[in-house]
């Protein structure tokens, strides 16, 4: 009985690790999105609202052409939108931007490209 129970309890541990294993890396890629996603949104801030034009700053775009580089596996798209008080699209400057930066990255367990989004709302005043 003791056996079965060391047995089951070995098996269980076994099948465990890898799963943690995976649990990390997707915790890693998620946290390395964020950086990138946050890193270009620290770039258009110091731009200041003027700067930043509307429409399609960035296409979808891989971040390295070296493989060797954690950047490989990252792409990024950049969009800057005209909005109004409530939030919705308008075709001229009201005053008010949404800044909506995409990064793609594939999940480490379903190996489906995935998307970090932040979206972020500047003002001329």
């Known amino acids: ?23 990390n890396k ?5 946290s390395m999105a964020s950086f990138i996603a946050q890193s270009k949104q620290e770039e258009l801030n110091s731009l200041g609202y003027g700067n930043i034009a509307a ?3 960035e296409p979808k775009t ?3 052409s070296d493989p060797s580089s954690y950047l490989y596996n990252f792409h990024r798209k950049t969009e800057v ?23 793609y990255y594939l999940h480490p367990i379903s190996k489906k490209e995935t998307s970090y989004i932040i979206n972020t709302l500047i003002s001329e005043n």
């Open 26 to 30: 997707k915790a890693e890629i998620f």
């Open 1 to 23: 009985m003791a056996f079965a129970v060391i047995t089951l309890s070995y098996i269980f541990i076994m099948n465990a690790f890898p799963f943690s294993l995976t649990i």
């Open 55 to 57: 429409g399609t700053i």
């Open 81 to 103: 939108l005209y909005v109004n008080d409530n939030l919705n699209e308008e075709a001229a400057d009201l005053g008010m931007k949404k800044i909506i930066i995409t990064v």
């Open 62 to 64: 891989r971040l390295s």
